[in-house]
């Protein structure tokens, strides 16, 4: 009787109904918002998040924030294509604004678009091309013999922008770090240094430390991009570490945006750990390395091509992983509601 009279019931049509598919990618929650928006104008997906940040931020707010999201949401806009070779444009949004370019995302938006088949294959992989706001993205999926679902993209030219850094807090006093970019630009800082072994009853003690660092580092750092001043900006600090499980190469912990902590591995991190680790002499062309997030989830990257990018040595990463659809949902406003655009406890 309930479920009768509730599936006839409809909003009140000065309601805002948004419609989104969730997933998550290694842990890493995220929420495709795919109808219910009004047009977003731009001729560039930088424009499009421009216009969107001007006007339309209130939705991001509501989406991401409680009570329909919470401290650690992860969200992605889908927009017409802004390139004559790419299938659709995406931005992306969190709990303090906009993201440069989401390797997690990318892995789901691929997941979903495979499982959906919005993009029919005849065969048991394809691609698909994506407009980001970091440039053109070029993502593959495949379906294993057991039925699962990998995607893989090959990311933005990644570089090295410092190595070797040291800042100094009260606690735990004098860090080393570097700055790579891999579609966003992070601090890299050696867990152990920092007194942490990378498991998840340390992130209260993570996410401030990683705080402080990306404060200090903001405010002691050039951080440009050679190309857009739009990604000019310090990301997040990631904790790298041993990996606790064989066969793995190492651990990653993102503290990212205002104090979110990336339950996957991290896409964009693990390419730029792949140009510092190139840089290092320690990763070479077409060998593969496995990094483990905090949930012990993965994802694989390896150096698909070294290249010269407007001045910088860089390298084309690939990175692979898995993404589950978890939700489809119909995220109603009432423009009479106090708390409308949500609210946010850290």
Not at 100 to 116: S, V, Y
Request: include cysteine.
């Amino acid at each position: 009787m309930f479920a009768n009279k509730l599936n006839l019931w409809k909003p009140p049509d000065e309601w805002l109904r948004i419609k989104t598919i969730d997933l998550h990618t290694g842990g890493e929650p995220l929420r495709v918002v795919y109808d219910g928006l009004p047009e977003i104008p731009g001729n560039t997906i930088l424009e499009k998040r421009k216009y969107f940040k001007e006007h339309l931020d209130h939705i991001r707010k509501a989406l991401m924030w409680e009570p329909r999201g919470h401290a650690d949401m992860y969200g992605a806009i889908l927009t017409p294509p802004v390139s004559d070779e790419s299938d659709f444009g995406v931005f992306f949004i969190h709990n303090e604004g906009y993201s440069t370019m989401c390797g997690h995302a990318i892995i789901g938006l691929t997941t979903l678009i495979n499982e959906t088949g919005i993009i029919q294959s005849q065969s048991e992989t394809g691609q698909i091309r994506i407009d980001s706001p970091s440039g053109l993205i070029r993502a593959d999926f495949s379906i294993t013999p057991d039925g699962k679902s990998i995607a893989s993209f090959l990311n933005v030219p990644s570089f090295v922008l410092y190595r070797d850094q040291y800042l100094k807090l009260n606690k735990p006093g004098e860090i080393q770090f570097d700055i790579a970019f891999g579609g966003a630009f992070y601090a890299f800082v050696d867990a152990a240094s920092a007194g942490f072994e990378l498991i998840p009853s340390e992130l209260p003690e993570l996410i401030d430390l990683g705080r402080k660092i990306k404060r200090s580092v903001i405010s002691g750092w050039e951080i440009r991009h050679p190309v857009e001043t739009d990604l000019g900006f310090l990301y997040g600090t990631i904790f790298t570490g041993p990996a606790h499980h064989p066969g793995h190469h190492s651990r990653n912990v993102c503290i990212f945006a205002d104090g979110e902590v990336d339950r996957s591995p991290t896409g964009t991190g693990v390419s730029a750990r792949a140009a510092i680790h190139y840089q290092r002499g320690e990763l070479r062309p077409g060998e593969i390395i496995t990094i483990e997030s905090i949930l012990d989830t993965t994802m694989d990257v390896r150096i698909e091509k070294v290249i010269h990018d407007h001045g910088y040595p860089a390298v084309i990463p690939k990175v692979s992983g898995t993404a589950f659809i978890t939700g489809k949902h119909e995220f109603l406003i009432n423009p009479s509601d106090p708390l409308q655009t949500g609210f946010i406890f850290r």
